[in-house]
């Protein structure tokens, strides 16, 4: 079974900080995935990666950044947190046929 | 450009009957599409997925969905509602040179009643 891991099922943080979002899979997929979940507006792409050191902007960067330093970890970086960004991550991978699997996901809220 | 439409964002059904969660897409290319279910507190789950082979696609748990052409539709549904069924469900759409990215509808959240 794939496995999508996130560091943190709960964070808080204040308005300003940074922030680190981390997801590691164990299946060797070259693409990554990184969306936020928020009520009546579905799952939304913030960036993907598919490969190392390769990312692309999806339909809601603005204030994110992401790294990939290694095929298995694919982080996702708030420069300053602010309150619109509280939500719940949702990391995944994607197989050659399309199909996603997500991680559990990390609820953050920006105080 | 690609975008998929879910028409109902809440449904509530009775334990034992039909249920039908409505999706319809939009794509110029050949569309991949999936339905995937998310219980509370729980990851994304993959129910069934379309690619091009059979229309009538059969999932886990009893779900299936068939591919319209000409109506550019997915439907989702399930002959009997079981209480375990209550989730919110996601339309997803992909294609071929879409540059990797599936795009999800806004959900629909079932609800199933005793």
Known sequence: DVKVTQSSRYLVKRTGEKVFLECVQDMDHENMFWYRQDPGLGLRLIYFSYDVKMKEKGDI??????????????????ESASTNQTSMYLCATRTGNHEQFFGPGTRLTVL | AQSVTQLDSHVSVSEGTPVLLRCNYSSSYSPSLFWYVQHPNKGLQ?????????????????????????????????????????????????????????????????????
């Open chain 1, 61 to 78: 960067p603005e204030g994110y950044s992401v790294s990939r330093e290694k095929k298995e970890r694919f982080s996702l970086i708030l």
């Open chain 2, 46 to 114: 993959l129910l069934l997925k379309y690619t091009s082979a059979a229309t009538l696609v059969k999932g886990i748990n009893g779900f299936e969905a068939e591919f319209k052409k000409s109506e550019t539709s997915f439907h989702l549904t399930k002959p009997s509602a079981h209480m375990s069924d209550a989730a919110e469900y996601f339309c997803v759409v992909s294609f071929t040179g879409g540059g990797n990215k599936l795009t999800f509808g806004t959900g629909t959240q079932l609800k199933v009643e005793l």
